[in-house]
């Protein structure tokens, strides 16, 4: 089955500066890649997504970037706030659908210096 | 519009009971799923429902069973609990067809004792 590994575990910035999230996974046949942040005692919730057509997407402050050869997606978040402070979970998934379900990095837990 | 609803939030449960954790969506979609998550260990797959009158085991589904009752509600069953089991619980579903993306709900906390 799929294998996704996350690093770092735990990553401290200072506001304002860039953080970045590292994924790679196991199963070529993987082709969507979302983002969950998870506040504590909230759920998980979708913040971004990629599919592996293509390259790199962004949504403002947040971009993912995937190589398919290398089998790694990244997160960035740029002029980092506050509020960004949370659990970032990567995860991966084969199939047309998300009917066989999505393997999940451990996590990284994002603190923001202020 | 709930999105996905699950119950109990909070239970405390002796070694050796059973319990069902409820889930219910709606939003029509066709997947449902049931996690787990403990420190350090991210949200693993217990058992999940493609669609409707279909169920297949995850990552982890050793003393968990699970029932599709209908194409909105997915439960989970705990016949004997075992504090291996605490943990948080999260719901979930996805539309599958035309989009990927999983929605989960609020989470339900159990505690064995």
């Known amino acids: 089955g799929e294998n996704v590994e996350q690093h770092p575990s735990t990553l401290s910035v200072q506001e304002g500066d860039s953080a970045v999230i590292k994924c790679t996974y196991s199963d070529s046949a993987s082709n969507y890649f979302p983002w969950y942040k998870q506040e504590l005692g909230k759920r998980p919730q979708l913040i971004i997504d990629i599919r592996s057509n293509v390259g790199e997407k962004k949504d403002q402050r947040i971009a993912v970037t995937l190589n398919k050869t290398a089998k790694h997606f990244s997160l960035h978040i740029t002029e980092t706030q506050p509020e960004d402070s949370a659990v970032y979970f990567c995860?991966?998934?084969?199939?047309?659908?998300?009917?066989?379900?999505?393997?999940f990095g451990k996590g990284t837990h994002l603190i923001i210096q202020p | 519009n709930a999105g996905v609803t699950q119950t109990p939030k909070f239970q405390v449960l002796k070694t050796g009971q059973s319990m069902t954790l409820q889930c219910a969506q709606d939003m029509n979609h066709n997947s449902m799923y049931w996690y787990r998550q403990d420190p350090g260990m991210g949200l693993r797959l217990i058992y999940y429902?493609?669609?409707?009158?279909?169920?297949d085991k995850g990552e982890v589904p050793n003393g968990y069973n699970v029932s599709r009752l209908n194409k909105r509600e997915f439960s989970l069953r705990l016949e004997s609990a075992a504090p291996s089991q605490t943990s948080v619980y999260f719901c979930a579903s996805s539309e599958a067809r035309q989009t990927n993306t999983i929605y989960f709900g609020e989470g339900s906390w159990l505690t064995v004792v």
């Open positions: 995860a991966a998934s084969r199939g047309g659908g998300g009917a066989d379900g999505l393997t």
């Open positions: 429902s493609a669609s409707e009158g279909t169920t």
